[in-house]
């Protein structure tokens, strides 16, 4: 692979948190999935987001989904690689998928929203979902 076919393909598997809230303010068909445990995602989460734990990911748990839209797992952040296993699950199960630069904690670095008992203000959503 050559530096120009590197960068395509990275941006086609990843993005960061700007573009994704772009993309749900201007209602692209994307579904947001938290892959990290219910008690996190419980005490904060990316609104709009779903959560679907990337160790349960599976023809089962994923079988109400449509794989027309794409998907973006997410989760804490640069330490943490359960939006990594989530992403490779989904596309293992045929989904369309990209991975969220930075987690939930770039997420609020960036100064937007998120939902939950921990839950924070910040630049809001408004995707009308």
Same mark, same amino acid.
Request: hydrophobic residues 30%; charged residues 25%.
């Given at each position: 692979?050559?530096?120009?076919?590197?960068?395509?393909?990275?941006?086609?598997?990843?993005?960061?948190?700007?573009?994704?809230?772009?993309?749900? @303010?201007?209602?692209?068909?994307?579904?947001?999935?938290?892959?990290?445990?219910?008690?996190?995602?419980?005490?904060?989460?990316?609104?709009?987001?779903?959560?679907?734990?990337?160790?349960?990911? @599976?023809?089962?748990?994923?079988?109400?989904?449509?794989?027309?839209?794409?998907?973006?797992?997410?989760?804490?952040?640069?330490?943490?690689?359960?939006?990594?296993? $989530?992403?490779?699950?989904?596309?293992?199960? $045929?989904?369309?998928?990209?991975?969220?630069?930075?987690?939930?904690?770039?997420?609020?670095?960036?100064?937007?929203?998120?939902?939950?008992?921990?839950?924070?203000? $910040?630049?809001?959503?408004?995707?009308?979902?």
């Amino acid at each position: 692979m050559d530096q120009l076919d590197f960068y395509q393909a990275k941006l086609e598997y990843e993005t960061d948190s700007w573009d994704l809230s772009e993309a749900l @303010n201007n209602g692209e068909d994307i579904v947001v999935i938290d892959a990290r445990s219910p008690e996190a995602y419980a005490e904060e989460h990316i609104p709009t987001s779903i959560n679907i734990p990337h160790r349960t990911m @599976n023809g089962e748990t994923t079988n109400h989904l449509d794989k027309s839209k794409l998907y973006v797992t997410y989760c804490d952040g640069i330490g943490c690689n359960a939006s990594t296993k $989530g992403a490779l699950n989904m596309s293992k199960l $045929g989904f369309n998928v990209k991975e969220l630069l930075g987690g939930l904690d770039w997420w609020k670095r960036d100064g937007y929203e998120t939902k939950g008992t921990k839950g924070i203000q $910040g630049k809001e959503i408004n995707c009308g979902c």
